[in-house]
C-alpha cells in the first residue's frame, strides 16, 4: 500500500479535513463483473454524500483470507476463505469519518474493514552520497605484486605458523 501525506483540506461545512486509508474486505458473493458496481455503491457514494474527496484508490482484487471468517448472510451462516481486497486514501473531517465508519459496519457487502487515520509522514534523512570509485584512467594506490613476492609472503606466514609462541610452548613443556 502507498502512503498518502497529511494533508488538511476545507469540506463543504467548513470543517478542517484529515487524510484516511480505509482497507476493505468485500464479499465473495459479488459477481466479479459487479465488484466496480458494488464498490461505487457501497463505499464512493458513501464517500460523496458527506464531501469527502477521493485521494487515491487502489482496485479490489481477490484473496485468499488468513483465516477463516464467519458472517450471516440472508439469515444463513457463511464462512469465508476469500474476499475482494481493495484501498480508497480521501480526505474528509474526523465526524464524518466515524459516522462513515458505522454505516460500512452495518453494509452485508463489506465483511471487515479498517479506517485508519493518516499522520504525517516522518521526516527522511537524505541519503548518504555514494562513495566515489576512482576512475580507470587513474594510477592505482596498490602495490603491484609479482609471484616472487607473493610466494615469499606466504613462506613467512608459513614459517610464523610453524614457530610456537611462548605461551603455546609453555604449554607444551607442562
Do not use: C
Not at 484501498?87 to 464524518?96: M, Q, R
Amino acid at each position: 500500500m502507498s502512503k498518502v501525506a497529511d494533508q488538511t483540506i476545507e469540506t463543504p461545512n467548513n470543517d478542517v479535513g484529515q487524510a484516511y486509508e480505509l482497507g476493505y474486505l468485500l464479499s465473495p458473493l459479488v459477481p466479479a463483473d459487479k465488484v466496480g458496481e458494488t464498490v461505487e455503491s457501497v463505499i464512493k457514494q458513501a464517500l460523496a454524500a458527506v464531501g469527502a474527496k477521493i485521494v487515491l484508490e487502489n482496485d479490489p482484487r481477490m484473496i485468499p483470507l488468513a483465516y477463516p471468517i464467519k458472517q450471516v448472510v440472508d439469515n444463513k451462516g457463511t464462512t469465508f476463505r476469500e474476499a475482494y481486497f481493495g484501498t480508497i486514501y480521501f480526505d474528509a473531517s474526523a465526524d464524518v469519518a466515524t459516522g462513515l465508519a458505522a454505516d460500512w459496519q452495518r453494509s452485508p457487502m463489506l465483511i471487515r474493514h479498517l479506517l485508519i487515520k493518516n499522520s504525517p509522514p516522518a521526516p527522511q534523512k537524505s541519503p548518504a552520497p555514494a562513495p566515489s570509485r576512482p576512475e580507470a584512467d587513474t594510477p592505482s594506490t596498490k602495490p603491484t605484486l609479482n609471484r616472487a613476492v607473493i610466494d615469499r609472503e606466504i613462506e613467512d606466514l608459513l614459517t610464523e605458523a610453524d614457530t610456537p609462541t611462548t605461551e603455546v610452548a609453555a604449554i607444551k613443556q607442562e
